[in-house]
């Protein structure tokens, strides 16, 4: 009963954990973007995922988890997939409010329950499906009543849907047939994802912003 009960805990403190980081790291990442006057959101999700490269090599080397080696193509595949899901990811957080941004993250859910019911013939309860549908229907009130919407933003954050989508559901695949954690996946793919975002980023931020990330000199944004 106490292993249980110190089980929960855990669970509770990750999870708790989990969305701490995340939203501090959405804080953070807006408040680089649109206080300080850096608007190069695919530049710094390279960045980002350098980072999560060499601190996953601390762990693997500290022996917090055992890294596996994983068929290339596939690494390859999986991080060049994943890494354009964040870059779109954030670059829908750098033209939306913070409010709209996690909308976008949170219409993933019914969408990746939609591609995997009509490709993967996958079976949902009707508790599930209701309980999405609710999840819809606020995201739609939520778009309809943010201020801060635009064009581009709209398309960013559909195309971040999409490809978060497909990258979740790969990331799952992959998972089930080579036999390996989210982790040690991430540990093999995370050196093209930052890769892809560093050679495709400043094109990319200087297509969207009309700026040159070479060429940056720190103004900041007084709101």
């Not at 990811?89 to 939609?114: E, R």
Request: aromatic share 10%; hydrophobic share 50%.
């Amino acid at each position: 009963m106490g292993e249980m009960s110190s089980f929960q805990l855990g669970v509770i403190g990750a999870l708790f954990l989990s969305v701490a980081s995340s939203v501090s790291i959405v804080i953070c990442n807006k408040a680089l973007m649109s206080n300080l006057g850096f608007p190069f959101a695919t530049t710094l999700t390279s960045w980002h995922l350098m980072v999560t490269f060499c601190t996953l090599h601390v762990a693997q080397r500290l022996n917090l988890f055992v890294s596996k080696s994983v068929d290339m193509k596939t690494v390859m595949l999986f991080g060049i997939l994943n890494g354009i899901s964040i870059g779109f990811l954030n670059l829908s957080l750098g033209f939306n409010s913070i409010g709209f941004y996690q909308m976008t993250k949170l219409a993933i859910i019914p969408f990746t329950v939609l591609l995997e019911t009509v490709f993967l013939k996958k079976q949902f309860s009707q508790k599930i499906k209701f309980s999405l549908f609710l999840l819809l229907v606020g995201v739609g009130i939520a778009s309809i009543t943010d201020l801060q919407l635009n064009f581009v933003g709209c398309i960013l954050s559909l195309l971040a849907i999409i490809t978060t989508c497909v990258g979740q559901i790969l990331t799952n695949t992959i998972q089930k047939k080579l036999n390996v954690s989210s982790t040690q996946l991430l540990y093999q793919s995370a050196p093209f994802q930052a890769a892809i975002l560093f050679v495709s980023g400043p094109v990319v931020d200087q297509l969207l912003t009309k700026q040159n990330v070479f060429a940056y000199k720190y103004s900041p944004i007084v709101l």
